[in-house]
Nanobody, 120 residues
Framework: QVQVVESGGGSVQAGGSLRLSCVAS????????MGWYRQAPGKQREFVAL???????NYADSVKGRFVISGDNLKKTVYLQMNSLKLEDSAIYYC??????????????WGQGTQVTVSS
């Protein structure tokens, strides 16, 4: 099994910055993709950003130019640097890890989430 733990959430004023971290542990032979999603109250969970094992990244249009995702495969860690935060960035942020535990063993694991609150 795989465990995923996020940290770094908190409260910040609009225009400020936060950095989220996510660490994966457990039966991990290789990590394919690590990503961030978010869910605001009353809304569906939405994609924010991801980084693939070859370091290619992808971002939601709403965060392009403001958020930066980076990863360290050796440490099984992914970061999300969030700059120029807006009120609408407030949400619970979830880390997602897609990994291999060996031949034919694939895992898609979610963290418990970390709250980000942006105030005016």
């Amino acid at each position: 099994q795989v465990q995923v733990v996020e940290s770094g959430g908190g409260s910040v004023q609009a225009g400020g910055s936060l950095r989220l971290s996510c660490v994966a542990s457990g039966t991990i032979v290789g990590i394919e993709v690590m990503g961030w999603y978010r869910q605001a109250p009353g809304k569906q969970r939405e994609f924010v950003a991801l980084i693939q094992k070859d370091t290619r990244t992808n971002y939601a249009d709403s965060v392009k130019g403001r958020f930066v995702i980076s990863g360290d495969n050796l440490k099984k860690t992914v970061y999300l640097q969030m700059n120029s935060l807006k009120l609408e960035d407030s949400a619970i942020y979830y880390c997602n890890v897609r990994s291999s535990g060996g031949p034919g063993r694939w895992y898609n694991t979610w963290g418990q989430g970390t709250q980000v609150t942006v105030s005016s």
